[in-house]
Structure formats: structure tokens, C-alpha cells
């Protein structure tokens, strides 16, 4: 057992089974056995590679639409923010795209969302000597335009799941048996967050909730419905959760979730239709990742930085643009939300 697994196994023995939820947070986040807590685990050495990893390209062109919906809405004192930046790759790529856009460097403050210490300190060697301020939640965000980028964090926040039988839901429950973590279902009960998907479920089907998502896309809606701005969230997920999509990476493969808690990534797919309902009332656009980045210039982009490579760098280039934009790499599971108020248009590449 992994020292977490321990842990988890009195927790258990002392207080019952555990919900996915709080098996999640403490997998990803204990302070001392966390998976983002003690560990930077992006990059092809790592266990995952993200959109900002693949290719400069991904930060560079999120950050020019972002600085495009900033021009569009008047240029204002604004913040500039990111939640779970990681290695701080996108906002970095983000800030040297718009270098050049006049003023907005000068209007937007720029701010993190992050819970691991040594992810914030790799965010801050990444930034260099450009200012920015963490905050650990988003009622910390300022009272001012909000143009916020999200890329690969609502899939890190804790899911609960459900099985749907003829008497109710039951939960998905972590358990201790023969001395090792299981999964089991407890007794069917209502669950009044699941009412909506009585209509479409049947007896057998499984549902998941993301409580942690609702009071963070509430806040974000409260900033931008008050004072402006936009929003950019990107993940894999569909418009409402359907089936089982919790799942653990390590070295890039799957992994059995239970095996070696604070070791393995732990994920679930992101339900983008609660999002949306969850930072009303504000307007959104759904769109797939290829296309939005596409409409935002990627071949051009890409040919552009083509111009000064040859050999591996060139092979490399060309694989990461097909990566982040190829229906059958990431550019259709990959989505992107955008929230923006009702009185203004949406961002760039999102129509
Ligand atoms: N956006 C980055 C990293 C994605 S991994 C990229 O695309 O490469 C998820 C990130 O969210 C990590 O930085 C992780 O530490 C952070 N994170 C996870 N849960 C969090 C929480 N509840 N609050 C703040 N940050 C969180």
C-alpha cells in the first residue's frame, strides 16, 4: 500500500466508505501525499501531457483571443486569470503572444488559481518578471472584467457517481476489503441532483456530479455578468455526463484507480452543460477544441513557425499541430466553453 492508501484504508475503517469525491481530493490534494501536491506531472516525462505542453501554439492563440474579447469590450482594468495553470506554460505563451496588443498588459492583472505549492513555483519561473498574484479560491477573485482561461482544471475537481436501479441511485462507494480499496454501491436512495436524469437514463446507467464546479462557475458568472468579460474553458467531456469517466493515467497509461492513490492521475470527464447552467446568466459557446483553434488561425501559425525548423523539430511541430486539432486526436474530445454576458459578443472563434 502507498503511504495515502494507508491512510485511506483508516479513514475508511474509522468512519465507513468514501465517496469518489472525497477519495479524489484526497488523492490529488493531501498536503503531503497529494498527487499535484508533491509533484510536477505534466510533459512527455511525466504522466500526462496537456494542450499547452503539445505546442506553444495552444497558449499563444487562447491568449490572443482573450486580449481580442478584452479590445472588443472597451480595453478595460481588467484581471487576467487562470485556474490550475500547472507549469504555468499557457499563460507564458499567452503573455508573449499579446505582448504587442497596445495597453493590455498594462490593464490586465494577472492572477492564478492554484492549490499546490510546488505547481506555484513552477508558475511563477515560468511567468519570469511578469507580476501576478495566487489566489487559493475564486471568491478571491477582484471585483473587476474577468477574462479567465481554464485549460485541463474541472477535470481534476472531485466527481461523485451513481448508478441508476429501479428504486433510485446508488452511489459509487470506496471500500476496504481483504485489506485493499474496492469499489461497491450503496443502497439506492433519491438523489435530488440526479431528478433531471430520470428522463434520460434508464435502470443500470451511470451519472456523476461535480459539486466542487458549481460555486467556482458561480463566481466567475458574478464577475463577469457585473463588471465584464470572458470566459475559456477547455477539457474533455460532453454536454451532460453520460456513463463511467473516472479514471487514473500514470506514464501515460491507464491505470486502475484504486492501485496507487496519490501516484496515478485521477480524472472524470467534464459535463459542460452544468457548467453552463451553473454560470447563468451569462451566454455561452460550445465548440470543439480543433475547430476553435482553427478558426483562430492555427495553419497560418503553424506554417509560420514550420518556416525556420527541418528534421525532428519539424516532424515534431507538424505531429503536435495535428495532435491538438485532429478529430481523432484532440480536437474534437476536447472542448471549449466560453461564457461571455449576454451584451457582449462571443469571444473570437467560438462562433
Ligand atoms: N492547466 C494546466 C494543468 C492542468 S492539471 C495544463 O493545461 O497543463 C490541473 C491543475 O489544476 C494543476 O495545476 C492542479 O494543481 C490544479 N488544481 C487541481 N485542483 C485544484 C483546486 N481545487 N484548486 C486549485 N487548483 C487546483
Known amino acids: 500500500m502507498t503511504p495515502l492508501a494507508a491512510l485511506i484504508a483508516e479513514r475508511i475503517g474509522g468512519e465507513g466508505p468514501m465517496t469518489l469525491a472525497d477519495y479524489m481530493s484526497l488523492c490529488l490534494l493531501h498536503p503531503e501525499h497529494g498527487y499535484y501536491t508533491t509533484r ?44 490550475g495553470p ?21 490593464a490586465a492583472r494577472v492572477v492564478l488559481m492554484e492549490a499546490s505549492p510546488p505547481l506555484r513555483a513552477r508558475q511563477r519561473a515560468a511567468l519570469g518578471d511578469h507580476p501576478a498574484t495566487w489566489i487559493d479560491r475564486t471568491d478571491d477573485l477582484p471585483e473587476a472584467p474577468l477574462f479567465l482561461i481554464a485549460n485541463e482544471f474541472f477535470d481534476a475537481l472531485p466527481i461523485r457517481q451513481f448508478r441508476r436501479d429501479a428504486e433510485g441511485w446508488r452511489e459509487t462507494l470506496v471500500r476496504v476489503e481483504g485489506g485493499r480499496l474496492t469499489l461497491g454501491l450503496a443502497a439506492p436512495r433519491p438523489e435530488p441532483a440526479l ?53 487514473a493515467l500514470r506514464v501515460h497509461a491507464p ?10 492521475d485521477l480524472t472524470a470527464h467534464v459535463d459542460f452543460e452544468a457548467l453552463a447552467q451553473a454560470a447563468c446568466p451569462l451566454a455561452h459557446a460550445f465548440v470543439p477544441q480543433g475547430a476553435v483553434l482553427q478558426a483562430l ?7 509560420r513557425l514550420a518556416e525556420g525548423m527541418e528534421g525532428a523539430g519539424l516532424k515534431a511541430h507538424l505531429a503536435a499541430t495535428r495532435r491538438l486539432t485532429a478529430p481523432d486526436e484532440m480536437g474534437t ?19
Open 40 to 83: 510536477a506531472p505534466f510533459g512527455t516525462a511525466g504522466d500526462f501531457i496537456t494542450a499547452p505542453e503539445i505546442s506553444q501554439m495552444f497558449g499563444e492563440l487562447m491568449g490572443i483571443a482573450l486580449a481580442q474579447a478584452w479590445l472588443d469590450q472597451g480595453s478595460p482594468d481588467c484581471t487576467l486569470a487562470e485556474l
Open 195 to 247: 431528478q433531471h436524469r430520470l428522463a434520460d437514463t434508464q435502470p443500470g446507467e451511470v451519472a456523476e456530479i461535480c459539486a466542487a464546479a458549481t460555486p467556482i462557475m458561480a463566481t466567475i458568472a458574478a464577475r463577469i455578468a457585473r463588471h465584464g468579460g470572458a470566459a475559456l474553458i477547455i477539457d474533455y467531456g460532453g454536454w451532460r455526463s453520460r456513463g463511467n469517466t473516472f479514471q
Open 333 to 351: 474530445l476536447f472542448k471549449v466553453l466560453a461564457l461571455h454576458s449576454a451584451q457582449t459578443p462571443a469571444p473570437p472563434g467560438m462562433t
Open 86 to 106: 500547472g507549469r504555468g506554460t499557457l499563460m507564458a505563451d499567452a503573455l508573449r503572444a499579446t505582448r504587442r496588443v497596445p495597453g493590455f498588459h498594462a
Open 297 to 303: 488561425g492555427i495553419g497560418p501559425r503553424a506554417a
Open 255 to 264: 491505470v486502475d484507480p484504486l492501485a496507487e492513490p496519490g501516484l496515478a
